[in-house]
């Protein structure tokens, strides 16, 4: 059974920051890219980053270039989503997601996806 489930959300004030992990199982990590998403209320959901280990490829959305980093952990099956410099405008559920590669990160369509963290930022 595939499994993604994200952790490390939380409330926290303008200007700090957080780091969201998202543990995968039930399929070959390395094989995969992971994407984190965010939907905030009354938006459509969004991609934020994604990450592919084969090749070591990233892509980031441009309004959090330079403030969210996303790395990989093989050897955990564990993609991580540093946030630092965190603004109001951040505020979101987010989500994590597999697919064969970052592709469709721009329209949301990966495979498998986890049940979200909500993340909320103080002004």
């Known amino acids: 059974e595939v499994q993604l489930v994200e952790s490390g959300g939380g409330l926290v004030q303008a200007g700090g920051s957080l780091r969201l992990s998202c543990a995968a199982s039930g399929f070959t990590f390395d094989d995969y890219a992971i994407g984190w998403f965010r939907q905030a209320p009354g938006k459509e959901r969004e991609g934020v980053s994604c990450i592919d280990s084969s090749d070591g490829f990233t892509d980031y959305t441009d309004s959090v270039k330079g403030r969210f980093t996303i790395s990989s952990d093989n050897a955990k099956n564990t993609v991580y989503l540093q946030m630092d410099s965190l603004k109001p405008e951040d505020t979101a559920v987010y989500y994590c997601?597999?697919?064969?590669?970052?592709?469709?990160?721009?329209?949301?369509?990966?495979?498998?996806w986890g049940q979200g963290t909500q993340v909320t930022v103080s002004s």
């Open positions: 997601a597999a697919d064969f590669s970052c592709l469709r990160v721009g329209s949301a369509e990966f495979l498998y």
